[in-house]
């Protein structure tokens, strides 16, 4: 049974546009005729056009078609909540993972609790853990060397100190990794980054003694130096005086494309060093930037992390952390002579698997600067017989020689 209907409008135009608009290609036209429209009490009436007709099938079918379009809808509006509903689980899931981790790193750097390591059954490991505790190593560090010890001494060698601490010694050397200059291409770019106040400038000058010099034996190389440093009182000219000093030739850079520039310009030359600003590890914002704009080297470049001796272990986890980004090579140890352990420096150096390249003890440029070695690191530790720390540097210039 047809559905029929009528609509008018002030046009036929008018009126059509209303079919189309309310039955669109259902409506069949069966007549149209002109018509009195509006008014009042029979005045100020107008022509209208009404059109009338019926539609081609039932209407309903097109309210059933509507019906499973918005059923349609709704399912896929369904299916994109629950995608919603499953990301947020990922999420709270990659949350409850990251916790876990930093869970996992805050256990391993609490003081050690366990009595197997504060307090050792045989009166050997005590002392053993006592003077690895004097000498500021971490409780992982202890805690390694202490199973190792049990693992691999016999009763005979804990009866015996001396012969203990002897295997203790050497073991500490093993876990010490120095960098080993590695040749490439010219020239090559070594690059120093690090925390505010560990001495990165005067560092980066006594380089250049090393290099540019030949301070230590080094055969002296054709180098320049560039520093990015435009922000501290007296940075810029503090690098330049060295440089005049020693006649080598020193840039200020403040961007990307500045660096890039000054970069091919000194490309014959043996080697480059660049002074850095020291930042904050908290500022990741500076740290960013100062990443982004090292990256105007454009050629292959090495970079190296200053870091203090006087600096809280805590600190430094969160130094070598912070300063993750940098592909940092090696560890720049500053201000020896200012700290009586570098217990906390070998363990870092350890748990990050970061090899130890340089130390500075001194202010003087060029002298307190030296290539680090397990045989220096070795004898600043306390309590240890003097002959066990001297074998082993003479094991360690038996292997050099």
Not at 41 to 65: A, M, P, Y
Not at 288 to 297: D, I, S, W
Not at 311 to 333: A, P
Request: hydrophobic residues 35%.
């Amino acid at each position: 049974m047809h559905q029929f209907f009528t609509e008018s409008g002030a046009t036929f135009q008018e009126a059509m546009d209303k079919v189309r608009n309310k039955y669109g290609g259902s409506a069949q036209i069966t007549a149209h005729r002109t018509v009195e429209m509006g008014g009042f009490l029979g005045f100020f009436q107008r022509e209208g056009v009404e059109i009338s007709g019926f539609l081609k099938h039932d209407w309903n079918t097109q309210e059933k078609e509507k019906a499973k379009l918005e059923e349609e809808k709704r399912k896929l509006l369904a299916v994109a909540q629950a995608k919603v509903v499953e990301e947020k689980k990922e999420d709270h899931l990659k949350s409850v993972l990251e916790e876990v981790k930093l869970l996992k790193k805050q256990v391993e750097e609490l003081p050690d609790k366990m009595p197997e390591a504060r307090a050792p059954e045989h009166p050997s490991l005590k002392r053993l853990t006592e003077i690895l505790e004097d000498n500021d190593f971490s409780p992982a560090y202890i805690r390694m060397l202490i199973d190792r010890v049990k693992r691999e001494c016999s009763m005979a060698d804990l009866e015996t100190y001396e012969t203990l601490e002897a295997k203790v010694v050497e073991w500490i050397a093993q876990s010490l990794t120095i960098y080993e200059d590695i040749p490439g291409s010219k020239p090559r770019i070594f690059i120093l980054v690090g925390p505010t106040g560990v001495g990165k400038t005067t560092t980066i000058a006594k380089l250049a003694a090393v290099y540019g010099l030949g301070v230590g034996g080094e055969k002296p190389l054709k180098l320049s130096l560039i520093t990015i440093d435009n922000y501290r009182i007296g940075a810029k000219q503090q690098i330049e005086s060295y440089g005049e000093i020693m006649e080598i030739p020193v840039t200020c850079v403040e961007s990307y494309d500045t660096l890039r520039q000054r970069i091919e310009l000194d490309a014959q030359r043996d080697m480059i060093l660049i002074d850095t600003i020291g930042k904050s590890p908290k500022d990741f914002v500076k740290l960013a930037e100062m990443r982004h704009l090292l990256e105007g080297c454009g050629r292959p470049s090495e970079v190296h992390l200053a870091v203090s001796a006087t600096t809280k272990t805590k600190d430094i986890r969160e130094i070598f952390q912070q300063f993750e980004s940098f592909g940092y090579r090696s560890l720049v140890l500053t201000k020896l002579d200012e700290t009586s352990v570098v217990g906390n420096l070998i363990s870092l150096s350890w748990e990050r698997q970061k090899p130890i390249s340089f130390y500075t003890d001194g202010q003087a440029v060029p002298m307190n600067i030296q290539r680090a070695t397990k045989a220096f690191l070795l004898e600043r530790l306390v309590g240890f017989r003097p002959e066990n720390l001297k074998l082993m540097k003479r094991t360690e210039n038996g292997r050099s020689s």
